[in-house]
């Protein structure tokens, strides 16, 4: 089984999540790699708040690249504003052949469960893409001394869906 995660972090958290996943996934014999997106130009707090609000997709400097040789693939942004951070909008348009692909979404946030929106928002775009999101996770801030049973959590449900 090959999986890749594919995220995008502000100022560090959602990296945090995506090492725990990583190390569970490679506990479990999963090969896996990593591809941290970063944005062409940097933007202000309100900024962000202002881009997730209005749905915008602000340009990354590399983009997700060809999925099709992935088992399973993660999807990692941050909340803003109630919604999944722009650069997830980007991030979802970027992905090719992410039709009939297995997704996990996960997004961190500040606030405990101020997440859930943000996850919705991009377990719809991956859907209307064709895409077949197999579960979602939120982590938060608040909640940090979680993230690695969180992380355990969902690997272990993850695998357990695809028969691993
Ligand atoms: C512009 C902006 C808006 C945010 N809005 C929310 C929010 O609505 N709810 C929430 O729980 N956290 C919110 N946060 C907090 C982030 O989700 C949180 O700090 C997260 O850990 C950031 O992830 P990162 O370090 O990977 O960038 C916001 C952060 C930013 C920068």
Not at 113 to 138: H, P, T
Request: hydrophobic share 40%.
């Amino acid at each position: 089984m090959k999986a890749l995660i594919v995220y995008y972090s502000r100022s560090g958290h959602t990296a945090q999540a995506a090492d725990a996943l990583k190390r569970e996934l490679d506990a479990k014999g999963v090969s896996v790699e990593v591809l941290r997106l970063h944005r062409q130009q940097e933007a202000s707090f309100l900024g962000c708040a202002f881009e997730a609000r209005r749905g915008a997709k602000p340009a990354l400097v590399e983009l997700p690249k060809d999925v099709s040789g992935y088992d399973l693939l993660f999807l990692g942004f941050p909340t803003w504003a109630g919604h999944a951070s722009s650069p997830a909008n980007s991030m979802v348009e970027g992905i090719q052949n992410v039709s009939g692909k297995k997704c996990v979404l996960f997004s961190m946030s500040g606030l405990k469960s101020g997440f859930v929106k943000a996850l919705d928002d991009i377990d719809s775009s991956i859907k209307s893409l064709g895409g077949y999101v197999v579960a979602k996770q939120g982590f938060s801030e608040s909640e940090r001394a979680l993230t690695a049973e969180r992380a355990a959590g969902l690997v272990a449900k993850v695998l357990g869906h695809s028969g691993s």
